[in-house]
């Protein structure tokens, strides 16, 4: 991505920088692919059961990593996720028609799934049995999900603060050897690019541009659910930027096939706490300054050097003539509180999507009468604790904070709780 040098597949090495140290990205030759016949042959495979390809992944291997021998797809049928039409979170966010693409249905509950499955696949094929990232969480809980289906080991490299204990606790019982330490995402990040390959350790993060290249299966799947048309604009949370470089990948691959014939603007959201990328672009700068104490309560995005800034830059601001917007953890949190009781629900990180289209919509960047997809990355019970500070904590309470009634179970104590009685 920062200079011109080209390396075959094979030559790929962990911690896959660049002999300029920056990220590398996968470019594919298209040339030979027939848009239509793939088109027909990704319908078919959507009534496949249990095999590869009916991943909502590997369905879309022609456009992933096509030279993957199939013996190595470590897969647990992720993708695949629902996309909901729901009325109540596009009142809140002011708009006529708003979906919720639901990532946090994915096998470990978040959307790094997409890209995990192609990365542990990668990895096994070059060899490796022992993985490693490092994780406010949810990348953990991925790695550690597909080490042990492999039947190989992870090694997570985990903040000793500020993230959710459902995630730690989740990684921990995956099976992952779990390292706690003093820092953050970004510490921890410096730290495997320098030591990982000298540890026999693949890399799991998104500076593997493998798993940029699941991830992109994500507005495949969108697009392909959608029958090819997309909307106006798709909103995604920003932390480390991957998801929204992925996003922006993966439009570009569907506008060059033929797939789609334009391209939907792309809008990432940051937390107030941990948005140096919407600062940059806010101020019309090119060049990144990091937030040095990342801190946000939707704790997915407590970070403060978003590796993939140049790609998300490149490929979503520039490329889709996106935007970026920065909320407030309160907007955040009462986001999610909406999303929750839609029935859908997600964690906090996620609530930033439907929080930053309302700012949005309110500014006037996006029109009331535009189409929009909001991603929901995570589940809502990978933050528990923040459900339970949001509703029941009276320091903390929100604006959509539900109680708990204590009764006793007789006629005249539930009167006044349970109309018509
Ligand atoms: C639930 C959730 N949402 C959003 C994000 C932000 O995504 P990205 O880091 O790819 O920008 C993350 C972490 O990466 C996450 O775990
Ligand atoms: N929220 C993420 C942090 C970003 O990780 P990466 O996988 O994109 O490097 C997490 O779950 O760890």
Redesign the pocket.
Known sequence: MDCSRQYKLEAVRNPFLCECKGLLEVIHDFRSLDSERLKREFDRRLSERMTNYSSGVWRYKELILPELPDAYITTKFEGNTGMYDSDRVAKYAGIRKLMLKAQ?ENPSG???DNGMTVAVSHGRSAGYTRFTCTS????SSSLAMYAAIAGCSSYVFLPNRNISMNKVLQTLAYGAHLLSFNGTYDDGIRFSETNSEILGLYVCN?INPFRIEG?KSIIFEIAHQLRWKLPDWII???????????LGKGLQDLLDLGFIDRLPKVA?IQAEGANPFHRMVAQGESKLTPELQPFTR?S??N?GN?P?WKK?LHYTVRQTNGVTASVTDEEIMNAKAVIDQSGIG??P??A?SVAGLKKLVEEGVVDREATAVCLL??NML?DTDAIREYHLDSMSEGIFANKIIPVSLDFESLQGYVPNL
């Open positions: 946090s978040s959307f790094k406010t969480g949810n990348t998104s991830q995604v949370p920003g932390g480390a930027l991957s998801h929204a470089t992925a990432v939707a997915a995005m970070i978003p993939s998300a997600c964690e990180a996620s930033a990355t995570g990978k």
